[in-house]
Antibody
Framework: QVELVQSGAEVKKPGASVKVSCKAS????????ISWVRQAPGQGLEWMGW????????NYAQKLQGRVTMTTDTSTSTAYMELRSLRSDDTAVYYC???????????WGQGTLVTVSS | DIVMTQSPDSLAVSLGERATINCKSS????????????LAWYQQKPGQPPKLLIY???TRESGVPDRFSGSGSGTDFTLTISSLQAEDVALYYC?????????FGQGTKLEIK
């Protein structure tokens, strides 16, 4: 069965960076893109971008350009999302989900809470 | 950016009754070359990730009860729960994957009356 397992909760100070991992299993990793979606406390869902697990192509949300990098390691079927220059409004649960370009997101990770606080 | 607007923001329905949630996109999400609407519906319960219910506007995901159905085309879409069950209490989101940035509606909170 398809499963996406994310790394644990993080607490960071403003200006720091965070890197969240997402390990996939149960399907051919390179056949699907991986998207990242975040949800601030009590708020809705915000798409951050996606990466092709086949060729590494990426597409990031304009508002995060320059601060976010998505990568994959096909040898371990793991996707990563790094967010730099963290601000308090980056506090959110970060989800990875299977599904890339012009595709729905069908399977989701359990979420990783990133708290940015001084 | 395509703006997704859901209505209502919250909804209270009696058990066994029909629940209807609407979603309007600021531009069409129907791709003419394949005649598909790039629109999905998700259910989210507290402390859980979103769960895919419907994709291509009307295709039910495997394992989703058949009381859930999606309809609509172009810019106007509807999620219908034909007979509300207690376990359907949740937030519901529509989502367009037609063009980036992919966007979500603001969510509709469904409760029992």
């Amino acid at each position: 069965q398809v499963e996406l397992v994310q790394s644990g909760a993080e607490v960071k100070k403003p200006g720091a960076s965070v890197k969240v991992s997402c390990k996939a299993s149960g399907y051919t990793f390179s056949s699907y893109g991986i998207s990242w979606v975040r949800q601030a406390p009590g708020q809705g869902l915000e798409w951050m971008g996606w990466i092709s697990a086949d060729n590494g192509n990426t597409n990031y949300a304009q508002k995060l350009q320059g601060r976010v990098t998505m990568t994959t390691d096909t040898s371990t079927s793991t996707a990563y999302m790094e967010l730099r220059s963290l601000r308090s409004d980056d506090t959110a649960v970060y989800y990875c989900a299977r599904g890339g370009e012009n595709d729905y997101r069908d399977y989701w990770g359990q979420g990783t809470l990133v708290t940015v606080s001084s | 950016d395509i703006v997704m607007t859901q209505s209502p923001d919250s909804l209270a329905v009696s058990l066994g009754e029909r629940a209807t949630i609407n979603c309007k996109s600021s531009q069409s999400v129907l791709y003419s070359s394949d005649n598909k609407n790039y629109l999905a519906w998700y259910q989210q319960k507290p402390g859980q990730p979103p769960k895919l219910l419907i994709y291509w506007a009307s295709t039910r995901e495997s394992g989703v009860p058949d009381r859930f159905s999606g309809s609509g085309s172009g810019t106007d879409f509807t999620l219908t729960i034909s007979s509300l069950q207690a376990e359907d209490v949740a937030l519901y989101y529509c989502h367009q994957y037609y063009s980036t940035p992919y966007t979500f509606g603001q969510g509709t909170k469904l409760e029992i009356k």
